[in-house]
């Protein structure tokens, strides 16, 4: 089974602050990778998909890359209303998502 | 739009099953996969399995064989799990989603509580 491995766990930023998150695949995962977030209470919701490819109605602040095993998400300015938890999936071998990181401000 | 609805609240006793439901409408019901997605507070988000609306068939996280139990009624574009010899490691909440390789519409989950 592929494990899908997310740094940090917690992340505390400002807001305008470019904040960076990172998953990390267990094997190469060829880019078939989600990110999704979730706000409490709510289900999670697609951001980008297949690696660096923006879900319609999202925030272009929001950008994904990556290849092979590691792959990261970029919030360019962060805004309050994107506290939430984010979680990376890969759908390469099996369906896996990371253990979740969580965004605050701080 | 596309929507995924979502049956009540569960509170189970342990060794009992219980069945969920996933109602979809806005479109063509056996045109998308449903996946099942287990989420705790623990282990975070778990990936169940799958069903193939138009044929039945599954596709189970070797995790969840033998728990879970996938069907769909495509009559009602409803799709079903059934949890079954429940324990208190079975309380989470459950979604259903809309495709496999890259859930986009998601049900508002069903909590289920194991508990006696």
């Known amino acids: 089974d592929i494990q899908m491995t997310q740094s940090p766990s917690l992340l505390s930023a400002s807001v305008g602050d470019r904040v960076t998150l990172n998953c990390k695949a267990s094997q190469n995962i060829n880019k078939n990778l989600n990110w999704y977030q979730q706000k409490l209470g709510e289900a999670p919701k697609l951001l980008i998909y297949y690696t660096n490819n923006l879900q319609t109605g999202i925030p272009s602040r929001f950008s994904g890359s990556g290849s092979g095993t590691d792959y990261t998400l970029t919030i360019s300015s962060l805004q309050p209303e994107d506290v939430a938890t984010y979680y990376c999936?890969?759908?390469?071998?099996?369906?896996?998502f990371g253990a979740g990181t969580k965004l605050e401000l701080k | 739009q596309v929507q995924l609805q979502q049956s009540g609240a569960e509170l189970a006793k342990p060794g009992s099953s219980v069945k969920i439901s996933c109602k979809a409408s806005?479109?063509?019901?056996?045109?998308?996969?449903i996946s099942w997605i287990k989420q705790t507070t623990g282990q975070g988000l778990e990936y169940i399995g799958y069903i193939n609306t138009g044929s039945g068939g599954t596709n189970y996280n070797e995790k969840f064989k033998g728990k879970a139990t996938l069907t769909v009624d495509k009559s009602s574009s409803t799709a079903f799990m059934q949890l079954s010899s429940l324990t208190p490691d079975d309380s989470a909440v459950y979604y259903c989603a809309r495709g496999a390789a890259t859930p986009l519409y998601w049900g508002q989950g069903v909590m289920v509580t194991v508990s006696s």
């Open positions: 999936y890969q759908y390469n071998s099996g369906y896996t």
């Open positions: 806005g479109y063509t019901f056996t045109s998308y996969y």
